[in-house]
């Protein structure tokens, strides 16, 4: 029998286990023991102190469903081709460091918006695996909103409303909108980067709802004017990062954060300068269609 200890690291919300090893290969049973706390933790656990290298965080990733990457599935997105490792598909990086070309070793300023991994494809993101393998002194929090919890905490008209609605979820939209100057590129643009999702999704995995629209990838609510879509959205987005729904996670290098884009939101601060290395490499485990 494996020893591990676990502490909850916000109320309701998120869970820190220690004293695993998962690179020295898991047992099923404990493998799905994990998975569960996750569950039961909101989608959020955070793993301290794993040594891992690429292939062993990739290997454990799989236990979570297939990857965007793995040879047989779809690529990750063809927007960060360019940060996928370049031995491993399945790996994204996410990286202030250059190499000594100048190259970028992973995507700088990833993710500083609220957004769900991949919500513009039409099978988002379920589980992404994010190991912190550099981090800054200071700075370089992540934080995560728990949209199961906003979603109850709507009142009952409000959640029969939101019940009703589709919302499009728009990469390109997005990058031309918000970041296209600094990481984005004409290429990135193609691909099946659009997909329509209900504004409230069901988790297969714990029977939840949750709310699902995001400030990063939604483009408008589904048959609505632009006006009145963007009014909807203003209300949702002001209710979903409310700081009751979130915990900030201020990384230890070798921390393994697990979380579930189908009923958590995240947002990366970038508020480190470029003398403070950061280095991170993320595995992405594919969603269901969306229901
Ligand atoms: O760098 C981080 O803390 C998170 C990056 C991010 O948003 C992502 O991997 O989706």
């Avoid at 039409?122 to 949209?147: C, M, N, V, W, Y």
Wanted: charged fraction near 25%.
């Amino acid at each position: 029998m494996v020893k591990y200890e676990t502490k909850p690291i916000a109320p309701g919300f998120g869970v820190a286990i220690s004293g695993l090893k998962i690179a020295s290969g898991e047992s099923d049973n404990l493998i799905a023991e994990i998975i569960q706390l996750w569950h039961d933790a909101g989608g959020i656990a955070v793993i301290h102190d794993q040594d891992l290298t690429s292939e062993q965080h990739i290997a454990f990733s799989r236990h979570f469903g297939p990857l965007f990457g793995d040879p047989l599935e779809e690529p990750l997105q063809s927007t960060v081709s360019r940060y996928i490792h370049p031995e491993y598909p399945e790996i994204y990086r996410v990286s202030n460091k250059v190499d000594n070309e100048g190259m970028p070793l992973g995507r700088k300023g990833a993710g500083t918006y609220w957004h769900s991994d991949v919500s513009f494809r039409e099978r988002p993101a379920q589980a992404s695996l994010l190991h912190g393998k550099q981090i800054p002194i200071l700075g370089g929090d992540t934080l995560f909103a728990d949209q199961a919890r906003a979603y109850e905490a709507l009142s009952k008209n409000m959640k029969v409303f939101c019940s009703s609605l589709f919302a499009w979820h728009d990469f390109e939209d997005a990058a031309r909108s918000q970041y296209a100057s600094t990481v984005v590129v004409e290429e990135d643009m193609a691909g099946g980067n659009r997909s329509l999702h209900p504004v409230v999704r069901t988790n297969p995995d714990t029977g939840r709802k949750s709310l699902f629209i995001n400030p990063g990838f939604t483009s408008h609510i589904d048959g609505f004017t632009s006006e009145e879509s963007e009014s909807i959205l203003a209300f949702l987005y002001g209710h979903c990062v409310k700081p009751e729904f979130v915990y900030r996670h201020t990384w230890r290098e070798k921390d393994l954060v697990i979380w579930d884009n189908r009923s958590v939101m995240h947002y990366a601060v970038m508020d480190y300068s470029d003398d403070e290395p950061r280095y991170m490499e993320r595995c992405t485990v594919i969603g269901e269609r969306p229901t």
